[in-house]
């Protein structure tokens, strides 16, 4: 390879390293926080409103996420469109691409949302217990609008990641929670889930205006509002962003699907620790994917360049085996003492949505890089079948384990479709950069995966099965701990975590 080719490959290489470093400690300190918030919100809202109030309040948010479709994909399309004209040198360029994406949404999305309105007013009777329909409709009008603010800050969001700083994304976000707990706890107490509803409300925005002074920082041609629609803009990323508005459809029933089907068969107090399982899973996984996020903004302008797209790819996925796995089989562990602090007892059922939520989770991790390669690579068609794999099994398997058998069981299918869409990614994104099977299975990098997996794999196999046998109750702190360090053992032990011990050591 000539010098120059050299030198290109390591600066990428070193780009995405000080990228993914300066994003990764900040969504650190984010998850951290986010995760005490929301722990600190639930188990107020748990205590002092009851599991079926918290319930109610996650049907009615996931009923109404689907007006999310009217978002039109403009969102990732923003970001790599952002990324692409950064990496040629022109803000300019780039600031109109928000803009024009902002205005090409907002007006629409409030049009289809009042058109939602009286829709999701009459569905609300088959979605929630008839005891409970006043309330949610009285909500309902707060969560449409939490969701206008929140679909336009996630697009202005998008640019800051587009320009490389996930970082003051993660600052904002954390204001937001800090805002928002306490004035929401004050909110519940005096007005209850309706004044949880109007808080909700101004979090969106409060977020949304915060993101936008932070992106005319690093863009400067914005002005106080995005009031410049350009024509040409619009025809750049229309293609683009209507081929994933088709993924987007179809995923944005995913999550929502699972609510439902628990709320109809099995009643809100089953969608209230499914839910509370699923903020736990998200806030921890946030971790992993806000790092491996980090490397989009490079993808998007190296994709075509198959030996740094490796690289990249490779570098990630060394990152998600030893640091993702292990996080998110500790967090598997912990499921019995978050219930003890949480929910005040022993709690099984959060705890079983817990395992099957962190274990589906955990093996999705392994998929992340490819996933986030077709994203940055513009791999549309590829995304689009992925997203309607899961989607589509979700609700065939969903129904058939709610008909059948348990709200675990719904909750299962909901992993294992997550799995098989994933898997499309994969295969895809193997076949674009020429990764050989044979030699890949030969590797001791391959090697390395399957050990770390079938170590882990034992472990949580172990910590179930003891809790399960004890009944849950004794034991806990022990099996806890002890499953704990061998984690820690593990991710100390991991290629990533050498280099972030040898990095830590230098630093010293």
Not at 291 to 302: C, D, E, G, M, R
Request: charged share 15%; net charge positive.
């Amino acid at each position: 390879m000539p010098a120059a080719e050299t030198m290109k490959h390591q600066g990428k290489r070193s780009e995405f390293r000080s990228t993914v470093g300066r994003n990764a400690r900040w969504s650190l300190v984010q998850t951290v926080v986010s995760a005490l918030t929301v722990f600190v919100l639930y188990k107020y809202l748990y205590t002092h409103l009851g599991p079926e109030k918290l319930g109610l309040w996650a049907v009615v948010l996931a009923s109404v996420s689907v007006g999310r479709l009217a978002e039109l994909g403009f969102s990732t399309t923003v970001l790599r469109y952002v990324s692409l004209h950064l990496a040629a040198g022109d803000k300019t360029r780039a600031a109109r691409i928000l803009e024009t994406g902002l205005i090409s949404v907002g007006g629409p999305f409030a049009l289809a949302l009042l058109l939602l309105y009286p829709v999701a007013n009459f569905a609300m009777r088959y979605v929630v217990p008839v005891g409970n329909l006043a309330e949610a409709r009285q909500i309902l009008p707060y969560a449409l609008g939490a969701l206008w603010f929140g679909v336009l800050g996630s697009i202005a969001q998008s640019a800051l990641d587009g320009c490389g700083r996930m970082d003051v994304k993660s600052r904002i976000l954390i204001i937001g929670n800090l805002v928002y707990v306490p004035v929401a706890i004050l909110m519940a107490k005096r007005f209850g889930i309706l004044g949880l509803a109007a808080t909700q409300l101004l979090q969106s925005v409060l977020v949304a205006i915060l993101v936008w002074i932070a992106t005319r920082r690093e863009l400067p041609a914005l002005k106080w509002a995005p009031l410049n629609w350009d024509k040409s803009c619009f025809h750049e990323i229309i293609d683009y962003a209507a081929g994933l508005q088709i993924g987007n459809l179809v995923i944005m029933l995913f999550e929502p699907a699972t609510k439902i089907l628990l709320s109809r068969y099995f009643g809100l107090n089953e969608v209230a620790h499914f839910e509370m399982a699923n903020q736990i899973v998200s806030r921890v996984r946030a971790l992993i994917t806000s790092a491996i996020q980090a490397y989009l903004p490079v993808l998007s302008s190296t994709a075509a360049d198959i030996t740094a797209a490796r690289q990249i790819v490779g570098e990630a996925t060394i990152f998600t085996v030893g640091i993702g796995l292990p996080v998110m089989a500790g967090l598997v562990v912990s499921y019995p003492i978050i219930s003890i602090i949480w929910i005040g007892h022993v709690q099984a059922n959060f705890i079983i949505y817990g395992w099957i939520l962190g274990i589906g989770w955990m093996f999705a991790t392994l998929l992340m890089p490819t996933y986030y390669y077709c994203v940055g690579a513009g791999r549309v068609r590829t995304l689009v079948l992925s997203h309607t794999v899961s989607a589509g099994l979700n609700a065939l398997l969903g129904l058939g384990a709610a008909t059948l058998s348990s709200g675990h069981w719904v909750a299962t299918s909901m992993m294992i479709s997550l799995a098989l869409g994933n898997l499309v990614t994969t295969v895809r994104a193997r076949a674009d950069l020429k990764v050989d099977i044979g030699q890949t299975i030969r590797s001791r990098f391959a090697r390395d995966i399957v050990k770390t997996v079938a170590t882990i794999g034992f472990i949580l196999l172990l910590n179930v099965g003891i809790s399960i046998a004890t009944s849950m109750a004794a034991y806990v702190y022990a099996n806890f701990l002890i499953s704990a360090l061998l984690l820690i053992v593990i991710l100390y032990m991991s290629a990533a975590g050498k280099i972030l011990m040898a990095k830590f050591k230098k630093s010293k």
